[in-house]
């Protein structure tokens, strides 16, 4: 049996910094861990916004116009969702939607990962572009990974782009 | 041995199985959790991905309310 447990593997690349597809990648992530799947989250692109330290909007990065990129896009409390945002209107009915039903909202999924021991990796490419640094990330984010790594990383169980 | 209590018929996927796997992390061998639950997803899932990390289901046993399960789970 502990072989089978072995081979329950999930891996996620977190594309999107949209509040609804990160409570897809959360809620599936938490949901794996929690049924003994190893999970492994690479983070990329718009979906580093989730793993930021400042989770409002800060001019986190290296350079003018990674700053500016920062200020706009903000991290997981200023995520905007994927259709029908209204200027940030959406993704506060939402919480309180969440809240009202019992459904666990973004930020409670993101703790439960934590706790979980869900694997976080961040993508070396997009950091470069997007002036990021380890250092601007919580901590629970292990590494830094390119595709090669992700793609040892994944080796032998289910992969989901998000 | 210790025995714990969890409720989760108020929760909804995934802190149903978030919220046992966390309990469940806290045994120590030989202890007891008692989950009360809902028929549907959870009462099929939380004792079968139980028994897969190595938990012995007891039992589930149908409470006095309709549809809510007690299960039992030792480590």
Request: net charge neutral.
């Given at each position: 049996m502990s072989e089978?447990?072995?081979?329950?593997?999930?891996s996620i690349i977190a594309f999107s910094?949209?509040?609804?597809?990160?409570?897809?990648v959360f809620t599936l992530a938490t949901?794996?861990?929690?049924?003994?799947?190893?999970?492994?989250?690479?983070?990329?692109?718009?979906?580093?916004?989730?793993?930021?330290?400042?989770?409002?909007?800060?001019?986190?990065?290296?350079?003018?116009?990674?700053?500016?990129?920062?200020?706009?896009m903000g991290g997981l409390k200023s995520a905007p969702v994927s259709r029908l945002n209204f200027l940030g209107v959406s993704p506060k009915i939402f919480r309180y939607l969440m809240r009202k039903k019992n459904v666990a909202t973004l930020e409670e999924l993101v703790e439960a990962a934590k706790t979980l021991g869900v694997n976080f990796y961040a993508c070396e490419m997009a950091m470069h572009i997007l002036g990021l640094q380890k250092?601007?990330?919580?901590?629970e984010v292990k590494d830094v990974l390119g595709v090669a790594t992700f793609l040892n990383l994944s080796e032998g169980g289910q992969t989901l782009f998000i | 041995m210790a025995t714990y209590f969890l409720d989760i018929t108020r929760e909804h996927c995934p802190m149903t199985f978030v919220k046992t796997k966390i309990e469940l992390g806290k045994l120590r061998i030989g202890d007891i959790l008692n989950v009360r639950l809902s028929e549907g997803e959870p009462l099929e899932n939380v004792p079968k991905s139980a028994t897969e990390q190595g938990f012995q289901v007891i039992s589930v046993i149908e409470t006095e309310t309709k549809g809510i399960y007690n299960v039992e789970i030792e480590k």
């Amino acid at each position: 049996m502990s072989e089978e447990k072995q081979s329950k593997k999930l891996s996620i690349i977190a594309f999107s910094g949209d509040f609804d597809k990160l409570t897809a990648v959360f809620t599936l992530a938490t949901g794996a861990a929690s049924v003994g799947y190893e999970v492994n989250l690479f983070f990329t692109f718009w979906g580093l916004d989730a793993i930021k330290i400042k989770q409002g909007r800060s001019p986190v990065g290296k350079g003018f116009l990674p700053k500016v990129f920062g200020i706009f896009m903000g991290g997981l409390k200023s995520a905007p969702v994927s259709r029908l945002n209204f200027l940030g209107v959406s993704p506060k009915i939402f919480r309180y939607l969440m809240r009202k039903k019992n459904v666990a909202t973004l930020e409670e999924l993101v703790e439960a990962a934590k706790t979980l021991g869900v694997n976080f990796y961040a993508c070396e490419m997009a950091m470069h572009i997007l002036g990021l640094q380890k250092s601007d990330f919580i901590p629970e984010v292990k590494d830094v990974l390119g595709v090669a790594t992700f793609l040892n990383l994944s080796e032998g169980g289910q992969t989901l782009f998000i | 041995m210790a025995t714990y209590f969890l409720d989760i018929t108020r929760e909804h996927c995934p802190m149903t199985f978030v919220k046992t796997k966390i309990e469940l992390g806290k045994l120590r061998i030989g202890d007891i959790l008692n989950v009360r639950l809902s028929e549907g997803e959870p009462l099929e899932n939380v004792p079968k991905s139980a028994t897969e990390q190595g938990f012995q289901v007891i039992s589930v046993i149908e409470t006095e309310t309709k549809g809510i399960y007690n299960v039992e789970i030792e480590k």
